[in-house]
């Protein structure tokens, strides 16, 4: 929910701030043909309204569950021009991607892993329009890097200037591990020995092959 805040106020407050010719006539964009040009500002302002509600969505959930829900806080993003705006734009949905990775392992419940994951798909998909915007690749890698709760609070403390809980507590209350899954995929073949680079939580035992993915 810090994160979700977060999000939603950089863009609430930077859309007030730079209208939408303001936007669509930066020169960070030069590159792009008008149709795409024309439609920066609308998607950035959906953007944040998918922010807005995810901030909504969360408070119903930690109160339906009996908890009490973080309050907003005071921030500073440091941000001087549109060029800004968009990069730390990148910054933040690329750190939200790594915080529900990392996140989802500690969630216990089913369907609250796949609303978490409703989320981080969603997020996702922020990143790499952002990512394309910046002039990067928007899918670099075959698989995200989760990153621990305790990390992402850790990541996002700078942009934080005033909070109306303890910040530094609570970041380190948080899990600072990232529980991965490691899996194995066996050869077709008997003898042939482990096929695939399946990323960095994933591994391949010299077993033979018995027709199924094994998860351990």
């Known amino acids: 929910l810090v994160l979700e805040r977060l999000e939603y106020e ?3 407050r930077h859309l007030n701030r730079f209208n939408e010719g303001k936007i669509e006539g930066a020169s960070i964009f030069e590159g792009f043909g008008n149709e795409v040009r024309s439609q920066i500002y609308d ?3 959906l953007i944040r309204n998918h922010e807005k509600t995810h901030v909504q969505t969360l408070i119903k959930v930690i109160k339906s569950l ?7 806080s005071e921030y500073d993003f440091g941000v001087k021009s549109v ?3 968009v990069a730390t734009a990148q910054v933040l949905e690329d750190t939200g991607v790594m915080a529900y990775d990392g996140a989802i392992a500690y969630i216990h419940r089913p369907g609250l892993q796949t609303a978490s994951a409703t989320i981080a798909t969603v997020e996702a998909r922020h990143a790499s329009y952002l990512r394309l915007l910046n002039g990067e690749v928007p899918f670099p890698a075959a698989f995200d890097k989760p990153k ?5 609070c850790e990541m996002v403390d700078p942009f934080i200037t005033k909070s109306p809980f303890n910040l530094k507590a609570f970041c380190e209350s948080l899990p600072n591990k990232v529980i991965t899954l490691r899996a194995s995929v066996y050869p077709s073949t008997p003898g042939r020995g482990p096929v695939g680079d399946f990323g960095p939580f994933l591994s391949q035992p010299d ?3 018995d027709g199924n993915v094994e998860f351990y």
């Not at 009996?66 to 907003?72: M, Y």
């Not at 621990?148 to 992402?152: D, I, L, R, Y």
């Open 10 to 12: 950089f863009y609430r």
């Open 43 to 45: 998607n950035l302002v």
């Open 66 to 72: 009996g908890g009490n829900p973080v309050g907003d």
């Open 83 to 85: 060029a800004e705006f």
């Open 148 to 152: 621990a709760p305790q990390k992402v």
């Open 207 to 209: 077993n033979a092959w």
